[in-house]
């Protein structure tokens, strides 16, 4: 299964805000090192670096096609090709930045916990992931899967594990001196329906087409997009309002 950095930035804009929030939030002003956890094509890691401008900051992210769009963006700083669920640095960090990643690892127990002991005294994790597995863009990719001729092969994908707020303020609160717990919905227009397909395509689509061959891709998305016209009235220009609920958590050590 691969990103595609082309695919990604075709909403860069609308996938940018988050993060903006996001680092906003931290309260950390004097930061000497961060690091960015699954980097993307570098969006992320520029707005660490707009922040933290004096700061030591890398990027990781598990996708050749992501880091090479994010060298050519940012070439001044560092990006590693990496695994997060295997990542062991060598140093501790004052900022650790992990947007829209952590929700592809499993194991949250134990991996929000071990992020936090890489963290320098009074540094801070900064994670926002998306909230929407009940939203209808999700729960119709996986009845499209389950009730297609494809079913034998992605009826049952599922993606990994996700948690409320009150899991993880707890889980960190035993860690940290101080968790931040937020969620916000954002509305994104589209230009139309077939731009909100494309937008899951980048993202939450992925792990149901990529054991399929081009004309199941095809017929796949084609079923996809008929369910999203039904659950995403379009407004009177065309224009189509993306809820897309995230959430957000600032914990410091």
């Known amino acids: 299964m691969t990103w595609s950095a082309k695919q990604y930035t075709m909403f860069e804009q609308q996938r940018t805000r988050p993060v903006r929030d996001l680092v906003a939030a931290i309260p950390n002003t004097d930061v000497g090192t961060a ?25 990781l992210d598990s996708s050749d096609d992501m880091l090479r769009d994010a060298r050519q963006r940012l070439p001044a700083l560092s990006f590693e090709l990496a695994d ?11 900022v650790i930045l992990a947007n829209a990643s952590l929700q592809w690892l499993p194991d949250h127990a134990t991996l929000y916990p071990h992020l936090v002991d890489q963290l320098t005294p009074g540094g801070t994790l900064a994670v926002q992931t998306p909230d929407n597995l009940d939203e209808p863009a999700h729960r119709l990719a996986r009845e499209v899967a389950a009730e297609g001729p494809w079913s034998a092969k992605i009826g049952a994908v599922r993606h990994n594990e996700r948690h409320s707020a009150s899991y993880y303020y707890a889980l960190l609160n035993r860690h940290c001196g101080t968790v931040d717990v937020w969620r916000t919905t954002y509305h994104h227009p589209l230009a139309d329906h077939r731009a909100v397909v494309e937008w899951f395509k980048a993202s939450a689509l992925r792990p149901f087409l990529a054991p399929l061959n081009d004309d199941e891709k095809a017929a796949f998305l084609q079923a996809y997009q008929a369910r999203i016209i039904q659950a995403y009235p379009a407004l009177v220009d065309g224009t189509v309002l993306l809820p897309f609920p995230r959430l957000f958590i600032i914990a410091t050590r």
């Not at 094509?41 to 933290?52: D, H, I």
């Open 35 to 59: 690091v960015d956890l699954g980097c993307g094509p570098g969006n992320s890691t520029q707005v660490l670096a707009e922040r933290f401008a004096q700061a030591h900051i890398t990027g």
């Open 84 to 94: 997060i669920g295997a990542w062991r640095p060598a140093q501790r960090f004052d």
